[in-house]
């Protein structure tokens, strides 16, 4: 069937996931024109865009991820809306995550070393403890919010590779959401952190917190810029003072970084290293309610825990969307491109591509090999993807252990994130 552009669009439109990712129109879209022009209307306050080419399979969407001497992080970062000014676009430039090859690789080494085997053993008993606490921590029977108890673990394990003190933790859910969930009204202007039980530099902090996100020509202003996270970078540069030994902010400092690199690693750890998985576990536990045999399942065979997470991740992309830039004219899926176009690859299509996956739609934890691109592909899968996976199995391992026969509690469905960039949700009722 032919498709009307504003329907194309509705995969762009925020609103659009705060009703779920749009899997059917994803499959349409894959049978019509796998590479496809979307357009970026207006949202609320924020102006439109240029539009961009959409990349729906699986194949197609590896291809740009590893070619970024064809498809570039750096010309115009990562996110699909622009930057606002040539200056947020150098800011955001300097960030690893929007950098190519060679100087994406330069500081990826500066931070592979808290990921090696050894450290990351050191971690996962910290983390399998940590987690052990949590599920401890629930009453045995009863409704329970999961989202916020989902978020415990990977806050706590990033303030802990961080070097950021116990105190300081609820900065970092701010910071997180304000900057991922800066579409939905409910976490764009995020303040749940408590004076009172703040560090002196967390407090300092606080108060470097911007009162007005409004940009001086009346738009809102980048959620992602300097301006917009003064108190996060005031609060980066204070811990860097007197980092923890061995912290990932100590090994930022001895690496030699510059002040907007450091800035710019502080926000991809303190924001990337903890929202994915601040989102992905909550989808991974609906997803499993959702589907009751798959839950019972990973109960009677814990030995599947490894393939389940994969599975969870392939079902539940926690990361919809990352934007590259074509370098050149080039030819992608039959479609002219043109030097400088966006080009918008989007996960949640690639994980259910019928080609790769066999019925696509169906959650199946046995589900083997698992080509899932819930992490990325290419120079910049996910450093981090290792921890992840550690985290996400400690916790359902231990809350399948514990809860026999938990069900979505009674009442509206669980309440979505607002954002075309994370899979999220704002709360998930659990009766136990």
């Known amino acids: 069937m032919g498709f009307d552009q504003a329907r194309a669009n509705r995969i762009f439109l925020p609103g659009t996931y705060a009703e779920g990712v749009p899997y059917e129109l994803f499959r349409e879209l894959r049978a019509e024109a796998p590479v496809r022009w979307v357009e ?5 306050a924020w102006p439109a865009g240029p539009g961009y080419w959409a990349v729906l399979r699986h194949a197609d969407v590896k291809h740009v991820l590893r070619t970024p001497e064809l498809f570039s992080s750096h010309l115009g970062a990562t996110q699909i809306r622009d930057p606002d000014t040539s200056a947020d676009l150098d800011f955001a430039r300097a960030m690893m995550l929007n950098q190519d090859p ?31 606490e949590i599920v401890a921590g629930i009453a045995p029977s009863g409704e329970v919010d999961v989202v916020p108890i989902a978020a415990d673990l990977p806050v706590w394990t990033l303030a802990r590779i961080l070097g950021v003190p116990e105190q300081d933790r609820a900065l970092l859910v701010d910071w997180s ?29 606080l108060g470097r917190r911007p009162a007005d996100l409004t940009a001086p020509d009346g738009r809102p202003l980048n959620p992602r810029s300097r301006a917009a996270l003064a108190d996060m970078f005031a609060y980066a540069h204070a811990l860097a003072e007197q980092p923890p030994p061995g912290s990932m ?5 001895a ?15 303190a924001v990337a290293g903890n929202e994915t998985l601040r989102n992905g576990l909550p989808g991974a536990l609906y997803s499993l ?16 825990t490894g393939s389940a997470v994969d599975e969870l991740l392939r079902f539940w992309p926690p990361v919809v969307s990352f934007r590259r830039t074509a370098v050149r004219d080039v030819v992608l899926a039959g479609r002219r491109i043109s ?59 231990r809350i399948v252990a514990a809860w026999p026969e938990p069900e979505l509690a009674p009442g509206p469905p669980p309440a979505r994130l607002v954002s075309n960039f994370q899979n999220g949700l704002k709360e998930l009722r659990v009766r136990r």
Do not use: W
């Open 40 to 44: 970026e209307p207006a949202v609320g």
């Open 102 to 132: 060679p100087d994406h690789s330069r500081l990826r080494r500066a931070v592979a070393a808290a990921f090696t085997p050894r450290a990351l053993r050191e971690l996962t008993a910290a983390v399998e403890a940590r987690a052990e």
């Open 177 to 205: 959401n304000r900057v991922i969930g800066y579409q939905d009204p409910d976490h764009a202007r995020s303040s749940t952190a408590d004076p009172s039980r703040l560090t002196a530099m967390g407090r300092d902090a």
């Open 249 to 253: 902010v100590a090994r930022m400092r």
């Open 255 to 269: 690496a030699g970084l510059g002040a907007a690199e450091f800035e710019t690693m502080f926000f991809l750890f």
């Open 289 to 304: 309610l959702a589907n009751p045999d798959q839950y019972r399942l990973l109960r009677r065979r814990p030995e599947l």
């Open 339 to 397: 030097g400088g176009d966006k080009v918008v690859v989007h996960h949640a299509s690639a994980n259910r591509d019928e080609s790769v996956f066999s019925d696509p739609d169906r959650l199946d934890i046995t589900r083997a090999p698992n080509d899932h691109v819930s992490f990325g592909f290419g120079p910049h899968f996910c450093v981090g993807a290792q921890l992840a996976r550690v985290q996400m199995a400690a916790l359902l391992r």
